[in-house]
C-alpha cells in the first residue's frame, strides 16, 4: 500500500492544499511547503485535462502525492487522472450510493470495480502494466465529496459503499444546499459537518474536510476528521500578497 493511502485510511493528520494553477512551477513551488498532498482542483480551474500530467510529474518530482479533483462523476475522467499517475481522486457532488458505487466502478481494478487497463504513464506507457494492475487498488486513494443536502441525508448509505477510502466535506456548497450561508447558518452547518463525521467514522472511513484557513483545524482535528484541504495555491498567493502591500503601505 502507498504511504498516501495508509496515511489516509489509518486517519493521520494530513494537511494539503487546492492546486489551481494551471503551471507545473506553481506545483513545485506549493510542493515545496511541506504539505503532505496536492490536489489537482480540475473541477474548479482552468486546467485542462492535457496539462494535469505535467503537474502530476512536478509533484512527483518533489515527492508529494498528487490527487486529481475530477470535474464530475464520468468514468473517463476518472481513468484519465489515473493512468496520468494521480495518487487518488476525489470525486465531488457524490449525494447517493449509486454515485458513490459508480466511482469506485470508475476506480478500482475488479474485483471491487471495473477500471480499463491503459499504457498510460501510471503502468510506464505500458511495459509495466501486469505490475500495475497488481498494486493500483491498494495504491491510490479513493475520496468522494459529500456537499448537498441529499448526500447529507443518504451519508449512512454512501459510507458504506466498498472501496471508499476517505469522505471529504465541501462546506462551501453544503452551505448553499442546506440554506446555511454565512454568520447566520453557522451552527447548522457545522452539525451538518459533525453529522457526516460521526456516520462516516464509524462506517469506518477517514473524514477530509476543506478550510480556507488553519484557525479551526485544530477543533475540527477533534471532531475526527483528519484530512485537511487547506484553502489553495491561489487563495495563499492572493492573501499573501494583500497582507505584504497593506504592510508595506503602512510602513
Ligand atoms: C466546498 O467547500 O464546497 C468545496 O467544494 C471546497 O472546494
Known amino acids: 500500500m502507498s504511504d498516501f493511502r495508509r496515511n489516509c485510511i489509518e486517519q493521520k493528520l494530513l494537511v494539503g492544499t487546492f492546486a489551481a494553477i494551471p503551471h507545473p512551477v506553481a506545483i513545485e513551488v506549493t510542493a515545496a511547503s511541506g504539505v503532505d498532498f496536492l490536489c489537482i482542483d480540475w473541477e474548479h480551474s482552468q486546467i485542462s485535462r492535457e496539462r494535469i500530467e505535467d503537474l502530476i510529474r512536478a509533484a512527483d518530482v518533489h515527492r508529494v502525492p498528487g490527487m486529481v479533483r475530477v470535474p464530475g462523476h464520468a468514468a473517463e475522467d476518472i481513468a484519465a487522472v489515473l493512468d496520468a499517475g494521480a495518487a487518488g481522486v476525489l470525486v465531488p457532488r457524490v449525494s447517493t450510493a449509486e454515485q458513490a458505487h459508480a466511482a469506485v466502478k470508475a476506480m478500482r481494478y475488479p474485483p471491487l470495480g471495473a477500471r480499463g487497463v491503459g499504457p498510460g504513464r501510471a503502468a510506464a506507457y505500458g511495459y509495466r502494466i501486469p505490475d500495475y494492475l497488481a498494486k493500483a487498488n491498494a495504491e ?112
Open 140 to 251: 491510490l486513494v479513493l475520496a468522494i465529496q459529500v456537499e448537498t443536502a441529499e448526500g447529507l441525508a443518504n451519508i449512512a448509505e454512501i459510507a458504506a459503499v466498498d472501496g471508499i477510502d476517505l469522505i471529504f466535506i465541501g462546506p462551501g456548497d453544503l452551505s448553499v444546499s442546506i440554506d446555511a450561508m454565512g454568520p447566520a447558518g453557522k451552527e447548522r452547518l457545522d452539525a451538518a459537518i459533525r453529522t457526516i463525521t460521526k456516520t462516516a467514522l464509524s462506517a469506518g472511513r477517514a473524514v477530509g474536510i476543506f478550510r480556507p484557513s488553519a484557525d479551526d483545524i485544530g477543533a475540527w482535528s477533534e471532531a475526527g476528521i483528519s484530512f485537511f484541504m487547506l484553502a489553495s495555491d491561489t487563495m495563499f498567493l492572493g492573501a499573501s500578497l494583500a497582507a505584504g502591500v497593506s504592510a508595506a503601505r503602512a510602513g
